[in-house]
DNA sequence: CCGGGTTGTGAAATCCAGTTCACATAACTC
DNA sequence: GAGTTATGTGAACTGGATTTCACAACCCGG
């Protein structure tokens, strides 16, 4: 978990300082800020993913902040504190804008829960373009490389021409080509009479396959 | 359900018909024969996909056929029918290379489900390069695909500018490329105010990519 | 209606995955 | 051990994917 801001906005000195404490008891990193004005000039410096903002405060609510901090912040994060738990309420914060709400009164649980969903969303976004991700479906994107592991999947283990024969390619080099590329990704390895198999990371990858065809094709 | 021929080589007739009869009744295109030299032969008109192989014949038996089966056809299945259920006998019949087995005596279910899974197992790998598959892949190779997808996935929707500085890729025509690349595949398209949201499809996607990411970081 | 931001196109340039080719070494067969 | 098949390497080549560039139509606020 890295330096991760958390900047709660409220007006209401106790309740925002409470919430900071909660979230700094929890190893996140929180700073809190009395208006919507203050907070437009901290997201500057700080840029925030995750924002918790109280809706009704002096001077501009809440309701008015969000649109700006969205408008240049795209990827903020924002959850709204709304006053009572009505459903006019919440749906009103999530068509604005909001990405999720918590309602007065709420437990410290409560709080935690909501904040940690929402990181958890925001991390997906930085996965999808991680390096492991990468070479992965760069492997993936190969119908010969596909093959060669459904047919390791279906055989257990093959040798080198069966598996050229199998998969009815003249040039072996070429088959060679996407083993060498198999071997270096860990998906594939050899065993002392040369003949390949699946890794257990290759059969994880394989199950992803069949996974992802199943969501495909549905 | 093509015509995906199952061959049942027995000498026992009335197993070998019931068996026969069994697989016919549940929609699988099956047929008989009564010696290893015989079922050869007959591979080599029929080439079925499945093999179900008593290991006691009188001549040679289904363990003597079967390295000769795999050597010709890698790819396909046998599943053995073995005397008695010993550990010995199963893990005698796997080592030389049956793909399942079934100990005599067994019911009508045991058969078929056996059957099914063996069958399923094949239908897997010829989805693998399946053209479906193949553009989804494609599409997914690229990690700023991937990314305006996560975004999108974030945000719901966004216009062009916005998506691209969200990016930070300085150049705009880079974006619009992929965002063509994606719209053609019909991961997302533009509602009137020319804003980019995720189709349907784009939503599974997402929703595999997710998935992937987990197996794969597990 | 002017100027600036937005949204987009098509062609040229570039890059890189994938293919092909020429060759080499081990392994097995007779 | 001679010949054949299996297994593998590296360099050159090819084509498609990606990037860059030059340009243009659009919309919109002042």
Same mark, same amino acid.
């Given at each position: 978990?890295?330096? *991760? ?18 979230? *700094? ?13 203050? $907070? ?16 009704? &405060?002096?001077? &501009?609510?809440?309701?008015?902040? #969000?649109?700006?901090?969205?408008? /240049? ?25 909001? /990405? ?5 009164? @709420? ?16 991390? @997906? ?10 070479? %992965?479906? %760069?492997?993936? $994107? ?7 592991? %459904?047919?390791? $999947?279906?055989?257990?283990? &093959?040798?080198? #021409? ?8 003249? /040039?072996?080099?070429?088959?060679? @080509? ?6 270096? +990704? +860990? ?32």
């Amino acid at each position: 978990m890295t330096t *991760e801001t958390i900047l709660v906005i409220d007006d209401d000195q106790d309740l925002r300082e409470s919430i900071v404490e909660i979230l *700094e008891n929890n190893d996140f990193a929180a700073s809190g800020c009395d208006s919507a004005e203050t $907070a437009l000039e901290k997201v500057k410096v700080t840029t925030p993913r995750l924002v918790i903002l109280d809706n009704m &405060m002096p001077g &501009m609510g809440g309701m008015a902040l #969000m649109p700006l901090l969205k408008k /240049d912040y795209p990827n903020i994060k924002i959850i709204m504190i709304t006053a009572f738990s009505t459903v006019e309420n919440a749906v009103a914060a999530m068509k604005s804008g909001a /990405d999720d709400y918590l309602s007065k009164p @709420f437990r410290r649980e409560d709080l935690l829960v909501t904040v940690r969903r929402n990181l958890e969303e925001l991390k @997906f976004a930085s996965q999808l373009s991680e390096p492991g991700m990468d070479d %992965a479906l %760069a492997c993936l $994107a190969n119908p010969i490389r596909r093959q060669i592991l %459904a047919t390791l $999947a279906r055989e257990k283990q &093959m040798r080198f #021409m069966n598996l050229t024969r199998e998969l009815e390619i003249s /040039d072996h080099t070429k088959v060679n @080509f996407h083993l060498k590329n198999l071997k270096m +990704n +860990n998906l594939i390895s050899q065993n002392r009479e040369k003949a390949y198999h699946l890794t257990p990371e290759g059969e994880k990858m394989v199950d992803c396959l069949q996974l992802l065809f199943k969501k495909i094709s549905s």
